[in-house]
């Protein structure tokens, strides 16, 4: 009976990861232009029907407008701290500090009020970026200032995203500027990439910054934006990209024809498309625990990152854990995965995540004694493959 259950058990998981696919949420009739998490809650803003919430996942949403003018588009998200900040198409900018339950209007700065298409927070300072430049507000959104130092006129600022002490904002027909002084004045950082290139998204990933355009696809810089080298093998022609999101060393492009993934530094990209029918023109993409979020023009679609763009083996030689059954601990031995660098996951048998961490020795202790008893599977995830051994805690 044991054998029968543990291999059940790990067949359950292998089916969860190797078949993820996407599957379209409740929320699939609007379109949604961006996304903001806080916690459990996922905002999602949409192109003429306002602002809605969901606290489970995904699997259901509630519109949250009260407050908001005639629930217009909302173009742009950001939190900050328990803030929520939304960025609309025609009435300037709103706050909720309770959750979605009510939006303020704080437009004290703005003339007019500006269509808003990019935020970003640095510090206690909000960055907007609209159709008239870049604005910045130091008081949580009373009051916003017009800081456009070294920008070209006329200069709509498409995307920001900040790194350290960074910002970069993505410009239409305008390239991609860096603020090192808090936005005080903005330089050209363009090295590298077509004159005169619109950006479409901007995304931080350690010492990389991610650059998606209109029409000639990604564009990667490592030092700073002092130069950027074109990432587009395996993308789907037109290249073009809207958003990004990043987990760890994978990072997900979203364009007008689907989701396409790297997890070698953009050396090349893989659809990750299964099940994603008719909506694949990604507008904006979040993670939030193991799920992804794709915005698209038919709502809001989700799967699970577990697996995706990996190689998953049920290896008996690669991966030893003993005591099994086990009482309190078990042991970890890798061998022979040409990593330095691991991530863990460990599940139960209906697939709940129990722990995740990241290891660099090839072995090591993991404490169980606090889980429930029954069968448990680890994954041992490198950088292209997933191995996946299953034990009993007793």
Known sequence: ?????????????????????????SLDSTSVLCFAINGNNIFAGTQSNGVYLSSNGGSSWDTVNTGLSYNYGVNALVKKGDTIFAGTGFYGMFLSSNNGSSWVAINNGFTPYPTIYALAVIGNNIFAGTGNGMYMSSNNGNSWTIVNTGLPTPNRVNALTINGSNIFAGLVDGGIYLSTNNGTSWAAVNT???SGVTIYALAASGNDIWSGTSSVGVYLSSNNGNSWTAKNTGLAYPYNASTFAVSGSEIFAGTGQGVFLSSNNGNNWTAENKSLTDSTDIRTLAIN???????????????????LGFEEINSENNIKVYPDPATNYINIDIEDLRSTNFDLL????VGNLFLEKNLENVKTSIDVSSFPKGVYVIEIKTVKRIFVKNFVKE
């Open 289 to 307: 625990g193991n799920t992804i979020f794709a915005g698209t023009f038919g709502g809001v679609w989700k799967t699970s990152i577990v697996g």
């Open 346 to 349: 460990m599940y139960d048998v």
């Open 1 to 25: 009976m044991k054998k029968l259950f543990t291999t059940f058990a790990l067949l359950t998981i292998l089916c969860l990861s190797v078949n993820a696919q996407w599957q379209q949420t």
């Open 192 to 194: 590298g990439m077509p």
